[in-house]
């Protein structure tokens, strides 16, 4: 049976319920803002990024007495409550970050079946398995997104003094490294293991993989640099 992992719990886990997909847009939508200025024809179309994903499905539930019925029902909405990863049965290679469950249940009751839908708005991408590549003693490397979008990325780099790290569109500097920091480019922080901010040794962006090969060169001091990051995909 077709269904999906949310929070790593499956579907088929919740005895005679029957998923089916109502709406799974291929795109997100993009970010769009019109401006009409007086005295001048038609508008001005300003794009800026993408609109989360809605993803819905209707549900039938159709083993049990309606009380059996009911705290089945129960549970899915327990269940339900909270952000998590979501995982479809037919793509199962791609995870979906739910932000939240637009929707609460709300059930058609029959005598022998119920009926309800479930809705999760998502991220607007789509992401693989997490990958960790290491380089000791680095100077230029080469890390492949094999996905469709541009790919954060946890960088951490061993070093020490003066460091430079560049791809083709991002590039930033570390002054005064005595050892390890992490770059986080989603959530844009630098901190060391033991998580004290090192935001003010940085200097510049942050390193985001775009699709296909990225060189990656590393100048100054570096006995190791890890990349962590997830394909991504539109």
């Known amino acids: 049976m077709i269904g999906f992992t949310f929070r790593g719990i499956h579907t088929s886990e919740f005895k005679g319920l029957v998923i089916k997909t109502i709406n799974n847009p291929l795109s997100p939508a993009k970010r769009i803002q019109r401006v009409n200025v007086m005295g001048r024809d038609g508008e001005y179309v300003f794009e800026s990024g ?4 809605i993803l819905e499905f209707r549900c039938s539930l ?5 009380i059996e019925r009911r705290q089945i029902t129960r549970n899915i909405s327990s269940w339900l409550s909270s952000a998590g990863d979501l995982v479809l049965d037919y793509e199962n290679d791609k995870t979906y970050k739910v932000v939240k469950t637009v929707s609460d249940i709300a059930l058609a009751i029959e005598q022998a079946w119920d009926e309800f839908n479930i809705t999760f708005e998502t991220e607007p991408f789509q ?3 997490l990958k960790t590549l290491s380089f000791d003693n680095p100077s230029t490397v080469v890390v492949s997104n094999q996905g469709t979008y541009e790919a954060e990325t946890i960088i951490s780099i061993t070093g020490t003094g003066s460091v430079t790290v560049s791809s083709l569109a991002y590039s930033f500097t570390l002054t005064g ?3 390890k920091l992490n770059l986080d480019s989603k959530k844009m922080l630098v901190y060391s293991d033991a ?3 090192g935001i003010s ?3 510049g962006n942050f390193i985001k993989l775009k699709p296909g090969n990225n060189t990656i060169t590393v100048t100054g001091s570096v006995s190791s640099i890890t990349v962590k990051f997830q394909d991504t995909y539109i």
């Not at 159709?62 to 309606?66: L, Y």
């Open 127 to 129: 992401y693989g398995g």
């Open 195 to 197: 998580k004290i901010n």
């Open 201 to 203: 040794k940085h200097s």
């Open 50 to 53: 993408y609109n989360n994903k």
């Open 62 to 66: 159709a083993n049990g007495t309606i």
């Open 177 to 179: 490294m005595t050892g």
